[in-house]
C-alpha cells in the first residue's frame, strides 16, 4: 500500500493576510534598523515605534538590542516587561504579555507551525499568552496555543508544547512540571 507523501508544491497560504504589503514591509525595514541591531536604541523611542505599528504596549518596558518582532500589530505587551537580547517573537497570531513578564536571552515565542498530517503541510496558527509574572528562559520556547499561568516559569532551553500551570516552574523538553514557585 503506497503512502501519501508531503507534496509542498500544493502549499496554499492565500487566506493567511497578516495586513497590507506597504505595512509589512514598511515594518521589516523599522524592526531590521531599530530592533534587530546591535546598538542600544533606547526602549522609549522602540516603544514609540511598536505603537506606530499597532502595538500595545505599557509602561516601563525594557526591549534590549537584537530583539526580533514579526509582526507588532499582533501584540499587547503590559507594564514593566523585560525582553533580553536576541529574543525573537515570531507572531504571526496573536500574542499577549501581561505585567512584570520576563523573555530571557534568545527566548522564542513562536506562534505558527505546520499540518504535519496534510499532504499540503498547512499553516497552523496559535495564540501564544503570558500572564503576569511569568519567566520564560534564556532560549527556551514557547510553542502556538500555549499559555503560560500567571508566575509560572519556563526554564533555561525548556519547550513548552501545552499550558504552564500557576506559580509552577518547568524543565525540560517538552517541559514537565518540577516544583512549585514560591515568592518570599
Known amino acids: 500500500m503506497k503512502k501519501n507523501q508531503v507534496n509542498l508544491n500544493s502549499y496554499n497560504n492565500s487566506e493567511y493576510k497578516p495586513g497590507s504589503t506597504l505595512k509589512k514591509t514598511l515594518?521589516?525595514?523599522?524592526?531590521?534598523?531599530?530592533?534587530?541591531?546591535?546598538?542600544p536604541v533606547p526602549s522609549k523611542f522602540?516603544?514609540?515605534?511598536?505603537?506606530?505599528?499597532g502595538a500595545s504596549v505599557g509602561k516601563r518596558v525594557t526591549l534590549k538590542p537584537s530583539i526580533n518582532i514579526k509582526y507588532p500589530w499582533f501584540l499587547d505587551i503590559g507594564d514593566d516587561v523585560w525582553v533580553g537580547e536576541n529574543v525573537w517573537i515570531d507572531n504571526l497570531a496573536q500574542v499577549s504579555i501581561g505585567h512584570n513578564v520576563v523573555l530571557s536571552q534568545d527566548s522564542y515565542l513562536l506562534t505558527g507551525s505546520h499540518d504535519y498530517k496534510e499532504v499540503s503541510f498547512n499553516?497552523?496558527?496559535?495564540?501564544?499568552?503570558?500572564?503576569?509574572?511569568?519567566?520564560?528562559?534564556?532560549?527556551?520556547?514557547?510553542?502556538?496555543?500555549?499559555?503560560?499561568?500567571?508566575?509560572?516559569?519556563?526554564?533555561?532551553?525548556?519547550?513548552?508544547?501545552?499550558?504552564?500551570?500557576?506559580y509552577t516552574i518547568y524543565q525540560g523538553n517538552p517541559a514537565m512540571s518540577k516544583r512549585t514557585r514560591v515568592i518570599v
Open 27 to 39: 515594518w521589516y525595514f523599522t524592526n531590521m534598523f531599530f530592533f534587530q541591531t546591535n546598538f
Open 123 to 166: 499553516l497552523i496558527l496559535g495564540k501564544i499568552t503570558l500572564e503576569d509574572g511569568v519567566w520564560i528562559g534564556a532560549k527556551a520556547i514557547v510553542c502556538p496555543g500555549v499559555t503560560c499561568k500567571t508566575h509560572s516559569i519556563l526554564s533555561v532551553g525548556s519547550v513548552a508544547t501545552q499550558n504552564l500551570e500557576k
Open 46 to 53: 522602540k516603544v514609540f515605534l511598536l505603537q506606530q505599528f
